[in-house]
């Protein structure tokens, strides 16, 4: 099993505490956010992590550098030149994957108490050609799924925008939870490294190729994505 770890986003959201430090390095109870992904990480018993950089890239490869966990290889997928967003980061980072090996994706801005070996077994079992972590939690956007919780579409319900990619009885709307799990065939079908967000290769994917959703988890979740976000996490660990 591969890992990539989403750190290049630029964290504006958090204001002034991503003007000098990118958000992979803001801390949670003590540690960053980037200590905490792998750490999640390794419970999956992955080996080879690679963590994409753009904001502040100097400041995340020196830090990783301070990093030693046994049996775990961290590489870094530099994209300082371009901010590639998670599609294209991930087809940036593909040649550092071990090949012929599913990925399983988290980006750096979420902490969860969810199983993810209990996600992979899932993903294993559904044999879809990926597996999206989704939970019932309030948002602008949802992913659409069918009764078998394989993706059918997409609707953003602030501008009423509503894709569908799948024709079903019925749908239901999930929440990406930022954590996602690939299979190495999919690279390709992705087509060339360019900047693009990985919900419209979902999207684009999902009419000929099963892509399914794990809802089975109700551990705690949290992304620090704004000052009011992290603070809600911060006072939950203490």
Known sequence: MNALIFAAGLGTRLG?????KPKALV??????MLLHAIEK????????????????????????????????????????????????????????FSPDHPIIMYNADVLTGANLKQMI???????GIATLMVKDRDTARYFLFDD????????????QE??????TNGHTNLAFSGIHIVEPDIIPLLGDLR??????????????????????????????GTPEKLQTANKYFH
Do not use: C
């Not at 899932?122 to 044999?127: L, T």
């Not at 900047?195 to 551990?219: C, V």
């Open 148 to 159: 078998d919780m394989r993706l059918s579409g997409w609707k953003n319900v602030s501008t």
């Open 16 to 20: 002034n505490l991503t003007q000098n």
């Open 27 to 32: 801390k949670v109870a003590g540690k960053t």
């Open 121 to 127: 077994t899932y993903h294993r079992k559904k044999k």
């Open 195 to 224: 900047k693009f967000s990985i919900t419209q290769g979902y999207l684009k994917l999902s009419t000929h190729h099963a892509i399914y959703g794990w809802k089975d988890w109700n551990e705690y979740w949290f992304d620090i």
């Open 162 to 167: 509503k894709q569908i990619t799948r024709k």
């Open 41 to 96: 990480l390794r419970e999956t018993g992955v080996k080879h992590i690679v963590i994409n950089v753009h904001h502040h890239a100097q400041l995340v490869k020196d830090y990783v550098a301070t990093l030693r966990f046994p049996n775990i290889q961290l590489l870094i997928s530099d994209e300082s030149d371009q901010l590639l967003e998670t599609g294209g980061g991930l087809l940036k980072a593909a040649p550092l």
